[in-house]
């Protein structure tokens, strides 16, 4: 027969065994740890975790159905943006030490040069 767990052993074996405390724990536990570490800044935003969080809320009778239709459009429109912008930004330019002037680059001319033990050839075209 199946027996229940008690506080104290779940405690214990939460201690006991590593990585078990991810397992057992809630996907809504695990959204709300990641949406406030994505709102002080810690890590991204997830759009996954904001929408565990809106289910959670629609099952609950938190908020109706079409309101977590609409916020879940809203946010992942706005999610969808901040990525796209991520990726058009360039690279800040990189700050040169004081006293360092830019090099200049050398000019590239026109013609190509002979390599150092080569002269050109001194045929004549006939016509």
Same mark, same amino acid.
């Given at each position: 027969?199946?027996?229940?767990?008690?506080?104290?052993?779940?405690?214990?074996?939460?201690?006991? /065994?590593?990585?078990?405390?991810?397992?057992?724990?809630?996907?809504?536990?695990?959204?709300?740890?990641?949406?406030?570490? #994505?709102?002080?800044?810690?890590? $991204?935003?997830?759009?996954?975790?904001?929408?565990?969080?809106?289910?959670?809320?629609?099952?609950?009778?938190?908020?109706?159905?079409?309101?977590? $239709?609409?916020?879940?459009?809203? /946010?992942? #429109?706005?999610?969808?943006?901040?990525?796209?912008?991520?990726?058009?930004?360039?690279? @800040?330019?990189?700050?040169?030490?004081?006293?360092?002037?830019?090099?200049?680059? @050398?000019?590239?001319?026109?013609?190509?040069?002979?390599?150092?033990?080569?002269?050109?050839?001194?045929?004549?075209?006939?016509?």
């Amino acid at each position: 027969m199946a027996r229940e767990l008690g506080g104290s052993q779940i405690s214990a074996l939460l201690e006991a /065994v590593p990585g078990i405390r991810s397992v057992l724990r809630s996907p809504v536990a695990d959204a709300l740890v990641h949406m406030i570490r #994505a709102g002080a800044g810690l890590e $991204d935003f997830r759009l996954d975790q904001a929408q565990e969080l809106v289910q959670y809320s629609v099952r609950r009778g938190l908020i109706s159905a079409d309101e977590g $239709d609409e916020l879940m459009l809203e /946010v992942s #429109a706005t999610a969808r943006g901040k990525r796209a912008g991520k990726r058009r930004q360039v690279a @800040p330019a990189r700050k040169r030490p004081a006293g360092k002037a830019k090099k200049k680059a @050398p000019k590239k001319s026109a013609a190509k040069k002979q390599p150092a033990g080569k002269k050109p050839s001194k045929r004549v075209k006939k016509r």
